[in-house]
């Protein structure tokens, strides 16, 4: 079993930054991939990002590209999304999720474990 508890979402203003945390435990090994989605009032659960745990090749949306970076750090068990020049269509609740595969990480059905989700709310 992995579990997963995502912080650091909050209220910011258009333009602005924000660095979202999610600190796993318990069967870590077991997952070779983490990633972030997002799911925003009345729209469908949608990919943001994604990595790999050894060797962190990452794959991001195109929604985000050249906004937000994911990160992990493997000694703390701990990924990250820093989300720069915030827009507010990021506006959602940000879910955490952990992989036992490294394929089609774009995809929810490839993910075991998923956090309780943080809401990110960006004004205008």
């Known amino acids: 079993q992995v579990q997963l508890v995502e912080s650091g979402g909050g209220l910011v203003q258009a333009g602005g930054s924000l660095r979202l945390s999610c600190a796993a435990s318990?069967?870590?090994?077991?997952?070779?991939?983490m990633g972030w989605f997002r799911q925003a009032p009345g729209k469908e659960r949608d990919f943001v990002a994604a990595?790999?745990?050894?060797?962190?090749?990452?794959y991001v949306a195109d929604s985000v590209k050249g906004r937000f970076t994911i990160s992990r750090d493997n000694a703390k068990n701990t990924l990250y999304l820093q989300m720069n020049s915030l827009k507010p269509e990021d506006t959602a609740v940000y879910f955490c999720a952990a992989s036992e595969s490294t394929y089609y990480l774009h995809l929810e059905v490839n993910y075991n474990y998923w956090g309780q989700g943080t809401q990110v709310t960006v004004s205008s």
């Open positions: 990595i790999k745990w050894i060797g962190g090749r990452t």
């Open positions: 318990g069967r870590t090994f077991s997952s070779y991939a």
